[in-house]
């Protein structure tokens, strides 16, 4: 036998648990080898403190304080878990296709152009007092492009759709007066007609130039003066 197994067989020798052969042949050895026999009687000292004083080594002083420290430390390194955030309620975004959104811009592209020319017409069109005379010299440039475009009336269209305006009230009260014409003397006929051929003849005149000359601002405004006179004259007289 070896030290080797001879070391390995020390423990249970020493519990008596070998063979009787076995036994004997460690027991041999130990007679034989130094080394061996100290390393027998180290682990024999170290059984016989075990068997002694074995329960008092094993038993820790004050063990409920020492378990208490233990579940303390315990207690300690365990984290509670994380508060629970309630979930946030998500917001709806709207989601378009690409035909949604190319029909969109072009509704807002027409509803804006259809505000700006109305914008335009309003911001261009001139006053009441001066609808029918506005002479094409104090028309401003954005006009003359505009009137170009169609997107507002030119002074010359404005003009005879004013004269075209105070023709229709000449026939209204010319109407009137035919209706009594019949009642007045012979004086109040004659004077009427006298005044009518007057007027008449400037109001030829007047529209004779200016189907010759549109832009003749003062024939204009003596035509508009003419027919003014004229309306006047027979509102006068159909009150007789």
Known sequence: MNCEECRSAISPFLDNELEPALADTVRGHLALCQECA????DIASIFEVCRTDGEDLLTPPNSPALWRRISN???SEIKPPPPVEPEQPTKRFWRFSLP????????IAVVSSLFTVIGIRVYSRP????????SSSEETTMEKVLGKL???STPQQARDRHFAEQQKAIDYWNARVALRRAEWD??????FDRNMRVIDQSVAQYTNILKQDPEDDLSAEMLDSV???KMNLLRDFSDL
């Open 38 to 41: 100290a390393v027998c009687e």
């Open 73 to 75: 430390v315990i207690e």
């Open 100 to 107: 949604q959104l190319a029909t969109g811009f072009a509704l």
């Open 127 to 134: 006053e009441a007092s001066t609808a029918g005379l506005r």
């Open 150 to 152: 169609g997107l507002i």
């Open 186 to 191: 012979q004086k109040t006929r004659e004077a």
């Open 227 to 229: 027919l003014t006179d």
